[in-house]
């Protein structure tokens, strides 16, 4: 492996997003660094959405909250003395962190003030995948060569015992009308039309997503989960569901490594940067020059899909299930 022969890394430290659908994806990450360091002492470093993920895949030795606080991060960072610290997107702060800490070697996204303070820093290239393009260029400026990537959200007692409470017999659609920023988000109206569509296909719909999509299917749903359901009971309710159909979320790159098939609507964001894992997909939008602004100057043209496509999607990925 030349350069990591080299730094023989004992403790490597990453630095992940604190969002949902990115720790999915670097439960996969996580996988790489094992794989490449079988002995090595691996901490994850994370924030509340994605602490919960992280924590049960079960790759990490330790997994540390970012919301912990600075002052316990750098004392933690110090005592360890890592021989890497890998940061998958662009930071400042938990940068500045591992500088002063000491870490030996620090690989790391530009796009910091402190760009300097990286060994090995690479420009963000918005021609791959950008959760999973970053880290897969990082380890191989460093001479490793990840695999494949394999998703790890496990089945828990907890997570299986509340799903079982809360499903009744019979065939279940899930649909997520959320998302993060409402710019970000398909007509109301459009996903309660689905609702309706898949009920005449005798499917059962349960409502998805945080708190802020809690009733917004109204009576439409047969069940409402919405801002109840942890990461885990959310991967065990999308194992059970024959599909998802929702906009660009965390809970749809859940459905996609657990398998269940999904119609995802994205916008400005392009399907192309941000795909979920998983084969029994469907994507639309994207496509048009607003995948390249942000949510709040997104003129929402992307987000131009008809009821129609979204419901031959559905007939397609059913059949082919």
């Known amino acids: 492996m030349g350069q990591v022969d080299k730094l023989e890394v004992k403790k490597v430290v990453i630095f992940l997003p604190p969002t949902l659908g990115d720790s999915v994806h670097h439960t996969a990450t996580l996988g ?14 994370t924030g509340a959405l994605g602490l919960e993920l992280i924590t049960a895949c079960g790759i990490a030795d330790e997994v540390w909250d ?23 997107y662009v930071q400042n702060k938990q940068l500045r962190l591992a500088k002063a ?27 791959v ?16 060569i990840p695999g494949e990537k394999h998703y790890v959200i496990p089945q828990t007692d907890s997570a ?23 710019n970000k988000e398909w007509p109301l109206e459009n996903f309660q039309t689905i609702a309706e569509f898949l009920k005449s296909k005798g499917f059962k719909i349960v409502a998805v997503g945080g708190p802020r999509e809690a009733g917004r299917l109204g009576s439409i749903a047969d069940l ?19 599909i998802l159909v929702t906009n660009d979320t965390g809970v749809m790159h859940i459905a996609g490594a657990v398998g269940c098939p999904l119609v995802g609507i994205f916008g400005p964001a392009s399907p192309d940067h ?15 020059e607003c995948a390249a602004r942000t949510p709040e100057t997104c003129q929402r043209k992307c987000m131009n899909v008809s009821v129609e496509e979204v419901k031959a999607a559905c007939e397609r990925l059913l059949e082919e299930s």
């Open 101 to 127: 800490a000491g870490v030996r070697k620090i690989i790391g996204i530009k796009g910091s003030k402190h760009d300097n303070w990286l060994d090995i820093g690479l420009k963000k290239d918005l021609s």
């Open 32 to 45: 790489w660094l094992r794989t490449a360091w079988p002995n090595a002492k691996i901490v994850a470093v």
């Open 66 to 88: 970012r919301k912990d606080g600075q002052f316990k991060l750098f004392w933690r960072l110090l005592k360890e003395r890592f021989d890497l610290a890998i940061f998958s």
């Open 160 to 182: 299986v015992k509340q799903v079982d409470s809360d499903l009744s017999e019979g065939n279940w659609a899930a649909v997520m009308v959320g998302a993060s920023h409402p």
């Open 274 to 288: 941000f795909r979920p894992p998983g084969e029994k997909v469907a994507f639309f939008g994207g496509y048009c």
């Open 129 to 144: 995948h950008q959760i999973m393009g970053g880290p897969q260029a990082l380890l191989e400026s460093i001479g490793v």
């Open 224 to 242: 409402d989960v919405a801002g109840k359901y942890s990461a885990l009971e959310s991967a065990e309710l999308m194992r059970r569901c024959k």
